[in-house]
T-cell receptor, first 116, second 108 residues
Framework: GAVVSQHPSRVICKSGTSVKIECRSLDFQATTMFWYRQFPKKSLMLMATSNEGSKATYEQGVEKDKFLINHASLTLSTLTVTSAHPEDSSFYIC????????????FGSGTRLTVV | ELKVEQNPLFLSMQEGKNYTIYCNYS?????LYWYRQDPGKSLESLFV?????AVKQEGRLMASLDTKARLSTLHITAAVHDLSATYFCAVAVGSMRFGAGTRLTVKP
């Protein structure tokens, strides 16, 4: 089945540094990828929609200069948290639309970001 | 703006009992998803419901979709401890929007 690989699974960084999270579709081409953020014991909040070769579409209230999204190829999207602060600590999850006729979405394994 | 409302938010059940989780959504969509999430993990796909009247079953879980009422249900039959997790419904209109989640605890 379709697999989305997300890396790293956990990262701890210092305040003020930047962190890059990668999301790869391993056996299919993902023209559209989505980035979500999840606070503890809360639901998933859509941050942005990433289309290959074009600028990401950010949801209202999400700082595009803070959360840089790049979707340079059909198999890779990256989220960079710039100048991280403790309030950016969260669980970040990517997903890809399969467009396989079943309208499935597959999710990465998530990245636990802790900013100290 | 698409809204997805899920209830209950918390559900404590005894093993062997039945219960239903409800998911209402605010705009027309014929794609409704159910996911399971274990603590510290990502989402596991349970069901994709694509049409009005769709019903799918897997083990002790059964999901249904009524697009006219904009309602989906996830029915749990004879719950077992292994079903303890958080369950999310989600609606896709372009991108996917999630309900708040139902934290299910199944007690012996």
């Amino acid at each position: 089945g379709a697999v989305v690989s997300q890396h790293p699974s956990r990262v701890i960084c210092k305040s003020g540094t930047s962190v890059k999270i990668e999301c790869r579709s391993l056996d299919f081409q993902a023209t559209t990828m989505f980035w979500y953020r999840q606070f503890p014991k809360k639901s998933l909040m859509l941050m942005a929609t990433s289309n290959e070769g074009s600028k990401a579409t950010y949801e209202q209230g999400v700082e595009k200069d803070k959360f840089l999204i790049n979707h340079a190829s059909l198999t890779l999207s990256t989220l960079t948290v710039t100048s991280a602060h403790p309030e950016d600590s969260s669980f970040y999850i990517c997903s890809a639309s399969l467009r396989d006729g079943g309208y499935g979405y597959t999710f990465g394994s998530g990245t636990r970001l802790t900013v100290v | 703006e698409l809204k997805v409302e899920q209830n209950p938010l918390f559900l404590s059940m005894q093993e062997g009992k039945n219960y239903t989780i409800y998911c209402n959504y605010s705009t027309t969509s014929d794609r409704l998803y159910w996911y399971r999430q274990d603590p510290g993990k990502s989402l596991e796909s349970l069901f994709v419901l694509l049409s009005n009247g769709a019903v799918k079953q897997e083990g002790r879980l059964m999901a249904s979709l009524d697009t006219k009422a904009r309602l989906s249900t996830l029915h749990i039959t004879a719950a077992v401890h292994d079903l303890s997790a958080t369950y999310f419904c989600a609606v896709a209109v372009g991108s996917m929007r999630f309900g708040a989640g139902t934290r299910l605890t199944v007690k012996p």
